[in-house]
């Protein structure tokens, strides 16, 4: 088979990720981005932004000149065969879904598709709200280029499952592949794209085939359930934190070894963040509300979530009376380890609400965040270039993000370093008893012990 060429609209880690991953086996790829500085740094072979194994995925599409990021998507999709839908969908104030880039790029890939004699095929990899890839992208593109669907261009939905901090090994070993599709011919073009990319590996990763409405509300449903067993865990570390000798740890992996269920999400801590689960749950409920039905299992899972970043600074109030004149210790700043990505991080709520708290100083750090975190809270804290350095005169240290180097700490760590050792552990990263004897310690999800 002749390898098509590929264009993909957005640089951000879906689109740059997939770009990177398609190039690298050899497909010709153009990718879009709104942002030029964006575009510069990719075509130097650099990324915009932290994702583990990134980097080299990178460099060796830019070796092999199969990758070139432009600004335009009507030349795009006129030099391509398939074009990849990747832009943003964020949350508008109102925490309904921002639909804007879906509708902008979709009129542009119109207009790239007016002047083009062969078919072209259309695939949504952005998370949307059912009837989004029919009813807007579909819509648009038939207007703007006067063509339609099913004979001239072809329309599928394929949601993207890449988690932050391992999104290249989740575009190269999928668990499964999801394709909504139009019509018969749009969803065959697309399975035998993956067919040729990912040839044995399809083994272990079943591809289904169903309408775009159900594809769309697929992601919904993944992200919800995900972020429900997020909530889950946290309204029992709440619940362990009542009972003494109780530990939510102990408790969750003992649950999570049911043959029906799995431990993976059922980890408490500071509560879940990041650039999906809290704008995906938020769009997914406020659209069936709008159309009169009321989701309480959702309502209640951004409940808890709400509150639980800020339970550690509750938790932290049993070490120390008041933060009036402290200084602080962040470590972890991402939402999660393995990423930069700082978009509605827990670290983001704790700083904000530390800052009304008249402290001294917040020292931060985290390993690859800092050009994030500037970017939000500019000279309002401290960036330090080492855990060390952010201990520091101390008062207080909030673990926020469980990068691995913070695991390897030891109390004599805190110790040495900080003015008052009250730790709080947001992760539950340390050993319960041993850091307990040797600070003043706190755990989401465990009693303080009787000292
Ligand atoms: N980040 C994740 O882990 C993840 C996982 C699964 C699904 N998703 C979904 O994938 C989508 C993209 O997410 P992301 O995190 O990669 O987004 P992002 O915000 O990191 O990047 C968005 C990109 O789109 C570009 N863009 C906007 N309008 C454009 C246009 N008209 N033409 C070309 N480029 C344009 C921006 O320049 C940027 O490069 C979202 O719907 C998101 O919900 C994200």
Same mark, same amino acid.
């Given at each position: 088979?002749?390898?098509?060429?590929?264009?993909?609209?957005?640089?951000?880690?879906?689109?740059?990720?997939?770009?990177?991953?398609?190039?690298?086996?050899?497909?010709?790829?153009?990718?879009?981005?709104?942002?030029?500085?964006?575009? $510069? *740094?990719?075509?130097?072979?650099?990324?915009? @932004? =932290?994702? #583990?194994? /990134?980097? %080299?995925?990178?460099?060796?599409?830019?070796?092999?000149?199969?990758?070139?990021?432009?600004?335009?998507?009507?030349?795009?999709?006129?030099?391509?065969?398939?074009?990849?839908?990747?832009?943003?969908?964020?949350?508008?104030?109102?925490?309904?879904?921002?639909?804007?880039?879906?509708?902008?790029?979709?009129?542009?890939?119109?207009?790239?598709?007016?002047?083009?004699?062969?078919?072209?095929?259309?695939?949504?990899?952005?998370?949307?709200?059912?009837?989004?890839?029919?009813?807007?992208?579909?819509?648009?593109?038939?207007?703007?280029?006067?063509?339609?669907?099913?004979?001239?261009?072809?329309?599928?939905?394929?949601?993207?499952?890449?988690?932050?901090?391992?999104?290249?090994?989740?575009?190269?070993?999928?668990?499964?592949?999801?394709?909504?599709?139009?019509?018969?011919?749009?969803? $065959? *073009?697309?399975?035998?794209?993956?067919?040729? @990319? =990912?040839? #044995?590996? /399809?083994? %272990?990763?079943?591809?289904?085939?169903?309408?775009?409405?159900?594809?769309?509300?697929?992601?919904?449903?993944?992200?919800?359930?995900?972020?429900?067993?997020?909530?889950?865990?946290?309204?029992?570390?709440?619940?362990?934190?009542?009972?003494?000798?109780?530990?939510?740890?102990?408790?969750?992996?003992?649950?999570?070894?049911?043959?029906?269920?799995?431990?993976?999400?059922?980890?408490?801590?500071?509560?879940?963040?990041?650039?999906?689960?809290?704008?995906?749950?938020?769009?997914?409920?406020?659209?069936?509300?709008?159309?009169?039905?009321?989701?309480?299992?959702?309502?209640?899972?951004?409940?808890?979530?709400?509150?639980?970043?800020?339970?550690?600074?509750?938790?932290?109030?049993?070490?120390?009376?008041?933060?009036?004149?402290?200084?602080?210790?962040?470590?972890?700043?991402?939402?999660?380890?393995?990423?930069?990505?700082?978009?509605?991080?827990?670290?983001?709520?704790?700083? %904000?609400?530390?800052?009304?708290?008249?402290?001294?100083?917040?020292?931060?750090?985290?390993?690859?965040?800092?050009?994030?975190?500037?970017?939000?809270?500019?000279?309002?804290?401290?960036?330090?270039?080492?855990?060390?350095?952010?201990?520091?005169?101390?008062?207080?240290?909030?673990?926020?993000?469980?990068?691995?180097?913070?695991?390897?700490?030891?109390?004599?760590?805190?110790?040495?370093?900080?003015?008052?050792?009250?730790?709080?552990?947001?992760?539950?990263?340390?050993?319960?008893?041993?850091?307990?004897?040797?600070?003043?310690?706190?755990?989401?999800?465990?009693?303080?012990?009787?000292?």
């Amino acid at each position: 088979m002749k390898k098509p060429k590929i264009s993909i609209a957005g640089c951000g880690f879906v689109g740059l990720v997939n770009a990177a991953a398609f190039a690298s086996r050899g497909y010709e790829v153009i990718a879009t981005t709104i942002n030029k500085e964006e575009a $510069d *740094i990719i075509n130097q072979g650099k990324t915009p @932004f =932290y994702e #583990k194994g /990134l980097d %080299n995925l990178l460099a060796k599409a830019i070796k092999l000149n199969n990758l070139k990021v432009i600004e335009d998507n009507q030349q795009a999709v006129q030099n391509s065969d398939i074009t990849f839908i990747s832009v943003g969908t964020p949350m508008n104030e109102d925490k309904s879904i921002d639909l804007s880039y879906i509708e902008k790029v979709s009129e542009e890939i119109g207009n790239g598709l007016a002047d083009k004699e062969e078919y072209h095929l259309i695939v949504d990899r952005s998370t949307i709200v059912p009837g989004t890839t029919r009813n807007i992208i579909g819509k648009s593109i038939e207007k703007m280029s006067g063509k339609n669907p099913g004979t001239d261009f072809g329309l599928c939905m394929q949601p993207e499952f890449l988690a932050e901090g391992r999104a290249v090994e989740d575009t190269f070993f999928p668990d499964r592949i999801i394709i909504g599709e139009f019509d018969e011919k749009s969803g $065959d *073009i697309l399975y035998e794209l993956y067919e040729d @990319f =990912y040839k #044995k590996h /399809l083994e %272990n990763c079943p591809i289904l085939r169903m309408t775009l409405e159900s594809a769309e509300l697929v992601k919904y449903g993944n992200n919800c359930l995900l972020a429900t067993k997020v909530s889950f865990a946290n309204e029992f570390a709440n619940i362990a934190e009542l009972v003494e000798n109780v530990d939510i740890n102990q408790v969750m992996e003992g649950v999570g070894l049911d043959y029906r269920l799995n431990s993976k999400f059922l980890r408490a801590g500071a509560g879940f963040g990041g650039s999906c689960f809290p704008k995906d749950v938020n769009a997914i409920k406020s659209w069936a509300e709008n159309d009169g039905y009321y989701p309480k299992i959702l309502n209640a899972v951004l409940e808890i979530n709400k509150d639980q970043a800020y339970h550690m600074i509750e938790i932290a109030n049993e070490l120390i009376d008041s933060f009036n004149n402290k200084t602080i210790t962040i470590l972890g700043l991402s939402f999660k380890p393995d990423t930069s990505d700082m978009r509605e991080a827990p670290s983001v709520k704790i700083i %904000n609400k530390l800052l009304t708290e008249g402290v001294n100083k917040i020292k931060t750090y985290d390993p690859k965040a800092f050009h994030e975190a500037r970017e939000i809270f500019e000279d309002k804290i401290a960036y330090c270039e080492s855990i060390e350095e952010a201990l520091k005169g101390s008062d207080c240290c909030f673990l926020v993000t469980e990068w691995d180097e913070f695991k390897n700490l030891k109390p004599s760590d805190f110790q040495k370093n900080m003015k008052d050792p009250n730790l709080i552990d947001g992760r539950r990263i340390y050993n319960f008893n041993e850091f307990s004897k040797n600070l003043n310690f706190r755990a989401i999800g465990r009693k303080a012990l009787k000292k």
